[in-house]
């Protein structure tokens, strides 16, 4: 038995691990193709204020497969991040929020919306990133008021000083910047007081567990007080009830993103969900 057991330590064949690399592989592929056929879509969430109003939107990125059907992003952005394909792709979805936005700044209802866009890390740490928006924009007709880039702590893994120039040369530009799925990182309250940030997002996992969870409900309301004491929006994300609703306004965050509200959908019938 202590032999055998030997044995599967040094056992290099691994049929589950190699599955995994064939499944890497077959995914990345399959993403190259994605791209030149234009399978990816922008789906949009609605991100509502304090009195219900639709502020903007989130635009979520989806791959429409023809046997799959449509898959969520969480199935191949670590993928694409690691074959740097997210950069190409993530372009792609700079460009396409762009067109979405220069749409509806010309309809009196849509025309102060914000969109806000996910950059992957590796999308950001890209030199030209500056010079792919301000491409973007001009080239769309879209305000930069109206961008807004989500980035997640991740992206302060390189040169943070560099990170950090960024940031300001973008909002210098008119865009703002959130810090999205905030709490579930490393060492965030120093990230809130060091970067140049206009919004914070409190991850999903901390409004999901709101009121059963009285440490949670803590974590929330610390955020939103160090969020109105460096004069950041906080908005929450996950929003499923009115319940939570209530008691994140009472812990006075004022800006929602949730199923409650609306769940992600496409362009046009977000037109439907919004008030
Ligand atoms: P995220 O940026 O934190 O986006 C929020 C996720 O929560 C979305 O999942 C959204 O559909 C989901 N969600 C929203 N409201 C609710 C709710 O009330 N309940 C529950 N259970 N879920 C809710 P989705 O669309 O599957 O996206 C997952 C993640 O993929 C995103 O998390 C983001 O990190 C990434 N992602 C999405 N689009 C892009 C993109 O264009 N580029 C990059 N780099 N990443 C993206
Ligand atoms: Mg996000
Ligand atoms: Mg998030
Ligand atoms: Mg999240």
Known sequence: HQAKQQNQKICFFDPEAERLVQQYFETQLALEKALSSQAFELHYQIQCNEKGQTTGAEALLRWRDPVKGLIPPDQFIPIAERSRLILPIGHW???????????????????????????????????????????????????????????????????????IAKMTQLQAMGLSISLDDFGTGFSSLSYLRHLPLNQVKIDRSFVQNLQADSSDAAIVKSVVTLGQAFNLDVIAEGVETSEQVALLRTMGCNHFQGYYFGRPVTADKLVTQTT
Do not use: Y
């Open 93 to 163: 979805v700079l460009q396409e929020a762009c067109r979405q936005l220069s749409l509806w700044q010309k309809h009196p209802t849509s025309e102060a919306w914000q969109l806000a866009i996910n950059v992957s890390a590796v999308q950001f740490q890209q030199d030209d990133f500056v010079n792919q928006v301000a491409h973007c924009l001009a080239e769309t007709g879209a305000r930069s008021q109206r961008l807004k880039l989500e980035l997640t702590e991740a992206v302060m893994i390189a040169d943070q000083e560099k990170i």
